[in-house]
């Protein structure tokens, strides 16, 4: 499987809702009831989604080094 890939179209709904394809929910292991964070740029004009659990391990990773960063920073 490649690392980026384009699943197709979604279309917003009138009550703002998104269907991700299912090409994207199986390839990207998204269950119902899974917690989708809502990420994007106003100035870019893009929209994304990141899975609960890799937004905290994201945050776990930065914060959990955040000392090495600071002594990167430092020098």
């Given at each position: 499987m490649h690392d980026k890939q384009l699943f197709g179209t979604?279309?917003?709904g009138t009550k703002g809702q998104?269907?991700?394809?299912?090409?994207?929910?199986?390839a990207l292991d998204i269950q119902?009831?899974?917690?989708l964070y809502v990420v994007g740029s106003q100035e870019k004009k893009w929209?994304?989604?990141i899975?609960?659990?890799q937004?905290?391990?994201m945050l776990?990773?930065?914060t959990s080094?955040?000392?090495?960063?600071?002594?990167?920073?430092k020098k």
């Open positions: 979604a279309t917003v998104v269907v991700i394809p299912a090409d994207a929910r199986d119902p009831g899974d917690r929209v994304g989604f899975k609960e659990e937004l905290r391990d776990d990773h930065l080094n955040l000392e090495q960063y600071k002594d990167i920073l």
